[in-house]
Protein backbone atom coordinates (compact mmCIF):
# COMPACT_ATOMS: atom_id res chain seq x y z
CA UNK A 1 0.00 0.00 0.00
CA UNK A 2 1.52 3.81 -0.55
CA UNK A 3 2.63 5.88 1.80
CA UNK A 4 -0.29 8.12 0.86
CA UNK A 5 -3.06 5.60 0.98
CA UNK A 6 -1.83 4.45 4.02
CA UNK A 7 -1.57 8.00 5.79
CA UNK A 8 -5.34 8.67 4.46
CA UNK A 9 -6.76 5.65 6.15
CA UNK A 10 -5.34 6.74 9.47
CA UNK A 11 -5.97 10.00 9.12
CA UNK A 12 -9.49 9.53 10.83
CA UNK A 13 -7.85 8.56 14.03
CA UNK A 14 -5.48 10.95 13.92
CA UNK A 15 -7.54 14.10 13.54
CA UNK A 16 -9.40 12.31 16.97
CA UNK A 17 -5.98 12.98 18.55
CA UNK A 18 -5.97 16.36 17.29
CA UNK A 19 -9.58 17.14 18.75
CA UNK A 20 -8.44 15.71 22.26
CA UNK A 21 -5.10 17.68 21.59
CA UNK A 22 -6.91 21.02 21.21
CA UNK A 23 -10.13 20.17 23.03
CA UNK A 24 -10.21 23.87 24.51
CA UNK A 25 -9.12 25.79 21.58
CA UNK A 26 -10.93 27.97 19.44
CA UNK A 27 -11.70 27.18 15.83
CA UNK A 28 -10.28 30.15 14.78
CA UNK A 29 -8.71 33.34 16.24
CA UNK A 30 -11.83 34.81 15.01
CA UNK A 31 -14.34 32.91 16.42
CA UNK A 32 -12.42 32.94 19.94
CA UNK A 33 -14.39 34.63 22.88
CA UNK A 34 -12.33 37.32 23.71
CA UNK A 35 -10.91 37.31 27.43
CA UNK A 36 -11.10 40.08 30.09
CA UNK A 37 -7.69 41.14 29.08
CA UNK A 38 -7.63 40.51 25.57
CA UNK A 39 -10.84 43.09 25.59
CA UNK A 40 -8.96 45.64 27.48
CA UNK A 41 -6.18 44.88 25.31
CA UNK A 42 -3.88 43.29 27.46
CA UNK A 43 -0.32 41.91 26.57
CA UNK A 44 2.24 40.05 27.96
CA UNK A 45 5.98 39.37 27.54
CA UNK A 46 7.71 36.29 25.51
CA UNK A 47 11.19 35.61 25.70
CA UNK A 48 12.31 35.43 21.89
CA UNK A 49 15.97 34.58 20.18
CA UNK A 50 16.23 38.56 19.64
CA UNK A 51 15.18 39.55 23.42
CA UNK A 52 12.22 39.78 25.17
CA UNK A 53 8.93 40.93 23.02
CA UNK A 54 5.06 42.64 24.07
CA UNK A 55 2.48 40.57 22.08
CA UNK A 56 -1.10 40.95 22.27
CA UNK A 57 -2.53 38.20 25.46
CA UNK A 58 -4.74 37.09 22.59
CA UNK A 59 -3.48 38.02 18.95
CA UNK A 60 -6.33 37.64 15.89
CA UNK A 61 -4.48 38.06 13.39
CA UNK A 62 -1.48 35.76 13.08
CA UNK A 63 0.91 35.42 10.32
CA UNK A 64 3.13 32.48 10.15
CA UNK A 65 6.25 32.40 7.84
CA UNK A 66 7.80 28.39 8.30
CA UNK A 67 6.24 25.31 8.51
CA UNK A 68 6.63 24.36 12.17
CA UNK A 69 4.76 27.51 13.44
CA UNK A 70 1.74 26.64 10.83
CA UNK A 71 1.89 23.61 12.72
CA UNK A 72 1.73 24.57 16.55
CA UNK A 73 -0.86 27.42 14.94
CA UNK A 74 -3.36 24.85 13.76
CA UNK A 75 -2.80 22.56 16.60
CA UNK A 76 -3.08 25.22 18.90
CA UNK A 77 -6.44 26.18 17.16
CA UNK A 78 -5.22 29.20 15.64
CA UNK A 79 -6.35 29.57 11.85
CA UNK A 80 -3.63 32.09 10.93
CA UNK A 81 -4.48 35.16 8.10
CA UNK A 82 -1.47 34.55 6.58
CA UNK A 83 1.23 31.92 5.82
CA UNK A 84 4.76 31.41 3.35
CA UNK A 85 4.70 28.26 1.36
CA UNK A 86 7.47 25.99 0.88
CA UNK A 87 9.43 25.98 -2.32
CA UNK A 88 8.43 22.19 -3.40
CA UNK A 89 4.86 24.62 -5.21
CA UNK A 90 2.64 22.00 -2.85
CA UNK A 91 1.64 25.11 -1.34
CA UNK A 92 0.88 24.86 2.33
CA UNK A 93 1.27 21.39 4.41
CA UNK A 94 -0.79 18.55 2.73
CA UNK A 95 -1.22 17.09 5.89
CA UNK A 96 -3.18 19.52 7.49
CA UNK A 97 -6.83 19.59 7.57
CA UNK A 98 -8.24 21.79 4.39
CA UNK A 99 -10.47 23.52 6.49
CA UNK A 100 -8.20 24.09 9.14
CA UNK A 101 -6.51 26.30 6.16
CA UNK A 102 -9.06 27.56 3.98
CA UNK A 103 -8.89 31.33 3.76
CA UNK A 104 -5.17 31.66 4.80
CA UNK A 105 -3.08 34.06 2.92
CA UNK A 106 -0.30 32.61 1.06
CA UNK A 107 2.40 35.81 1.77
CA UNK A 108 5.75 34.03 -0.63
CA UNK A 109 7.92 31.38 -0.80
CA UNK A 110 9.14 30.62 3.06
CA UNK A 111 12.29 31.72 2.27
CA UNK A 112 11.72 35.00 0.92
CA UNK A 113 8.40 36.25 2.37
CA UNK A 114 6.55 39.16 0.80
CA UNK A 115 6.89 41.71 3.18
CA UNK A 116 4.65 44.18 1.19
CA UNK A 117 1.56 40.97 1.60
CA UNK A 118 2.63 40.73 5.03
CA UNK A 119 1.77 44.46 5.84
CA UNK A 120 -1.38 44.30 3.73
CA UNK A 121 -2.79 42.13 6.45
CA UNK A 122 -2.65 44.08 9.44
CA UNK A 123 -1.07 41.28 11.79
CA UNK A 124 -0.58 41.59 15.71
CA UNK A 125 1.56 38.87 15.70
CA UNK A 126 4.06 37.66 13.12
CA UNK A 127 5.66 34.29 14.12
CA UNK A 128 9.53 32.69 12.65
CA UNK A 129 12.45 31.72 13.58
CA UNK A 130 16.43 33.55 13.60
CA UNK A 131 17.63 31.15 11.61
CA UNK A 132 14.93 31.30 9.06
CA UNK A 133 14.28 35.45 8.68
CA UNK A 134 16.62 36.58 11.53
CA UNK A 135 18.19 38.96 8.30
CA UNK A 136 14.74 40.52 8.30
CA UNK A 137 13.65 40.76 11.94
CA UNK A 138 13.98 44.66 11.82
CA UNK A 139 11.55 45.34 8.69
CA UNK A 140 9.21 42.33 10.06
CA UNK A 141 8.90 44.20 13.68
CA UNK A 142 7.80 47.51 12.08
CA UNK A 143 4.82 45.77 10.74
CA UNK A 144 4.12 43.74 14.40
CA UNK A 145 5.49 41.99 17.18
CA UNK A 146 7.43 39.34 15.93
CA UNK A 147 8.27 35.67 17.83
CA UNK A 148 11.63 34.14 16.86
CA UNK A 149 12.81 30.87 18.05
CA UNK A 150 16.71 30.54 17.56
CA UNK A 151 16.22 27.82 14.92
CA UNK A 152 14.14 24.67 14.09
CA UNK A 153 14.21 21.38 13.81
CA UNK A 154 15.33 19.21 16.64
CA UNK A 155 14.57 21.90 19.78
CA UNK A 156 10.49 22.05 18.58
CA UNK A 157 9.09 20.86 21.15
CA UNK A 158 10.88 23.75 23.33
CA UNK A 159 10.03 26.36 20.61
CA UNK A 160 6.28 24.48 20.40
CA UNK A 161 5.99 26.03 23.87
CA UNK A 162 7.25 29.83 22.61
CA UNK A 163 4.34 29.84 20.22
CA UNK A 164 1.72 29.05 22.66
CA UNK A 165 2.87 31.81 24.77
CA UNK A 166 2.73 34.03 22.04
CA UNK A 167 -0.77 32.86 21.02
CA UNK A 168 -1.79 33.08 25.03
CA UNK A 169 -2.43 29.34 24.30
CA UNK A 170 -0.45 27.53 27.16
CA UNK A 171 -3.45 25.69 28.25
CA UNK A 172 -4.07 24.38 24.88
CA UNK A 173 -0.51 23.26 24.72
CA UNK A 174 0.05 21.34 28.00
CA UNK A 175 -2.85 19.20 26.32
CA UNK A 176 -0.78 18.81 23.12
CA UNK A 177 1.58 17.41 24.96
CA UNK A 178 0.44 15.01 26.89
CA UNK A 179 -1.82 13.54 24.25
CA UNK A 180 1.44 13.25 22.24
CA UNK A 181 3.34 11.84 24.85
CA UNK A 182 0.82 9.11 25.60
CA UNK A 183 -0.03 7.84 22.17
CA UNK A 184 3.95 7.42 21.42
CA UNK A 185 3.63 5.17 24.94
CA UNK A 186 1.19 3.55 23.23
CA UNK A 187 3.10 2.73 20.26
CA UNK A 188 5.72 1.47 22.06
CA UNK A 189 3.33 -1.18 23.93
CA UNK A 190 2.22 -1.75 20.37
CA UNK A 191 5.80 -2.82 19.61
CA UNK A 192 6.09 -5.16 22.33
CA UNK A 193 8.06 -3.04 25.03
CA UNK A 194 11.15 -0.76 25.42
CA UNK A 195 13.64 -3.57 25.02
CA UNK A 196 11.73 -4.55 21.92
CA UNK A 197 11.72 -0.99 20.56
CA UNK A 198 15.36 -0.30 21.29
CA UNK A 199 16.36 -3.92 19.32
CA UNK A 200 14.33 -2.52 15.98
CA UNK A 201 16.74 0.10 14.17
CA UNK A 202 15.45 2.31 12.34
CA UNK A 203 17.18 4.73 9.41
CA UNK A 204 14.76 7.57 7.94
CA UNK A 205 16.67 8.81 4.07
CA UNK A 206 15.69 11.60 2.53
CA UNK A 207 16.15 12.11 -1.23
CA UNK A 208 17.01 15.99 -1.92
CA UNK A 209 16.77 18.13 -5.31
CA UNK A 210 19.91 19.43 -5.88
CA UNK A 211 21.32 17.60 -3.33
CA UNK A 212 23.42 14.28 -1.92
CA UNK A 213 21.22 11.62 -0.01
CA UNK A 214 20.62 12.32 3.46
CA UNK A 215 20.63 9.41 6.29
CA UNK A 216 19.30 10.97 9.29
CA UNK A 217 21.16 11.44 12.26
CA UNK A 218 19.83 11.79 16.23
CA UNK A 219 20.01 15.26 16.40
CA UNK A 220 16.59 16.15 14.01
CA UNK A 221 12.75 16.71 13.85
CA UNK A 222 11.66 13.05 13.22
CA UNK A 223 14.39 11.51 15.18
CA UNK A 224 13.23 12.82 18.04
CA UNK A 225 10.01 11.09 17.53
CA UNK A 226 11.89 8.10 16.86
CA UNK A 227 13.51 8.25 20.28
CA UNK A 228 10.00 9.11 22.37
CA UNK A 229 8.58 5.61 21.18
CA UNK A 230 11.98 4.39 22.47
CA UNK A 231 13.21 2.84 18.93
CA UNK A 232 16.71 2.27 18.07
CA UNK A 233 19.43 3.56 15.63
CA UNK A 234 22.05 1.99 13.72
CA UNK A 235 25.64 3.41 14.06
CA UNK A 236 25.86 5.25 10.70
CA UNK A 237 23.67 7.64 12.69
CA UNK A 238 26.36 8.61 14.59
CA UNK A 239 28.52 10.01 11.64
CA UNK A 240 25.58 12.64 10.97
CA UNK A 241 27.66 15.80 10.59
CA UNK A 242 26.51 17.64 13.92
CA UNK A 243 24.31 15.02 14.65
CA UNK A 244 21.95 16.15 11.85
CA UNK A 245 22.69 14.21 8.71
CA UNK A 246 25.09 12.11 6.79
CA UNK A 247 24.82 12.94 3.08
CA UNK A 248 26.00 10.21 0.79
CA UNK A 249 25.74 9.34 -3.04
CA UNK A 250 23.82 7.14 -4.43
CA UNK A 251 26.95 4.64 -4.96
CA UNK A 252 27.16 4.99 -1.05
CA UNK A 253 23.28 4.18 -0.37
CA UNK A 254 24.10 0.84 1.58
CA UNK A 255 25.37 2.40 4.28
CA UNK A 256 21.49 3.23 5.05
CA UNK A 257 20.45 -0.16 5.54
CA UNK A 258 18.64 -1.43 8.55
CA UNK A 259 16.08 -3.64 9.92
CA UNK A 260 13.77 -0.79 9.02
CA UNK A 261 14.33 2.01 6.70
CA UNK A 262 11.83 5.17 5.77
CA UNK A 263 12.63 7.17 2.90
CA UNK A 264 10.92 10.77 1.67
CA UNK A 265 11.80 12.91 -1.49
CA UNK A 266 12.37 16.74 -1.45
CA UNK A 267 11.36 18.00 -5.17
CA UNK A 268 11.71 16.48 -8.08
CA UNK A 269 12.24 12.50 -7.64
CA UNK A 270 14.33 12.35 -10.69
CA UNK A 271 16.31 15.14 -9.77
CA UNK A 272 16.69 14.12 -6.25
CA UNK A 273 18.22 10.52 -7.37
CA UNK A 274 15.54 8.58 -5.94
CA UNK A 275 14.29 6.80 -9.17
CA UNK A 276 18.08 5.84 -9.69
CA UNK A 277 19.04 5.11 -6.31
CA UNK A 278 15.63 3.10 -5.77
CA UNK A 279 16.39 0.86 -8.96
CA UNK A 280 20.02 0.20 -7.90
CA UNK A 281 21.42 -2.92 -6.82
CA UNK A 282 22.93 -1.03 -3.73
CA UNK A 283 19.13 -0.65 -2.64
CA UNK A 284 18.01 -3.98 -3.83
CA UNK A 285 20.38 -5.84 -2.10
CA UNK A 286 19.29 -4.27 1.72
CA UNK A 287 18.35 -6.24 3.88
CA UNK A 288 15.15 -3.82 4.68
CA UNK A 289 14.75 -3.86 1.38
CA UNK A 290 14.54 -8.28 0.77
CA UNK A 291 12.57 -8.14 4.06
CA UNK A 292 10.31 -5.85 2.67
CA UNK A 293 10.93 -3.22 5.79
CA UNK A 294 11.09 0.10 3.49
CA UNK A 295 8.68 2.30 3.75
CA UNK A 296 7.87 5.59 1.26
CA UNK A 297 6.82 8.90 3.35
CA UNK A 298 5.21 12.12 3.05
CA UNK A 299 8.12 14.09 3.08
CA UNK A 300 5.92 17.36 4.11
CA UNK A 301 5.02 14.90 7.05
CA UNK A 302 7.53 13.02 8.34
CA UNK A 303 10.67 15.76 7.75
CA UNK A 304 8.74 19.37 7.16
CA UNK A 305 6.00 19.58 9.52
CA UNK A 306 7.83 19.88 12.41
CA UNK A 307 5.12 20.14 15.14
CA UNK A 308 2.49 17.92 17.68
CA UNK A 309 -0.12 17.46 14.73
CA UNK A 310 2.76 16.07 12.19
CA UNK A 311 4.23 14.01 14.88
CA UNK A 312 0.96 12.23 15.74
CA UNK A 313 0.51 11.24 12.27
CA UNK A 314 3.78 9.79 12.18
CA UNK A 315 3.26 8.16 15.26
CA UNK A 316 0.63 6.34 13.80
CA UNK A 317 2.52 5.14 10.57
CA UNK A 318 5.21 4.02 13.06
CA UNK A 319 2.63 1.69 14.41
CA UNK A 320 1.09 0.98 11.48
CA UNK A 321 4.50 -0.20 9.54
CA UNK A 322 6.42 -1.34 12.29
CA UNK A 323 3.68 -3.86 13.51
CA UNK A 324 3.04 -5.70 10.16
Known amino acids: MSSMLRRRGLLAGSLALTAAMTLS?????????????????????????????????????????DTAELDSAITLG??????????????????????????????????????EAIAALEPDLILTSKIRHGDKYAELKKIAPTVM????????????????????????????????????????????????????????????EGADIRIYGRKNYISTILADVGLGRPAVTDKAKDGFSYDVSPEKIDLADA??????????????????????????????????????????????GIGYTAASLILDELEADLTK
Open 259 to 304: EVVFHSTYGDPEKAKQKQTLDSALWKSMKAVENNKVFAVDDELWIQ
Open 149 to 208: TETTGEPWKENFRTHADALGKKAEAAKAVAAYEARAGKVTEALGGKEKAAATEVNVVRFV
Open 78 to 115: VKPVGATHTGTGSGFLGYLPKDKLEGITDVGEMMTPNL
Open 25 to 65: ACGTNDDAAPSDSAASGGKHTVKTAMGDVEVPDAPKRVVVL
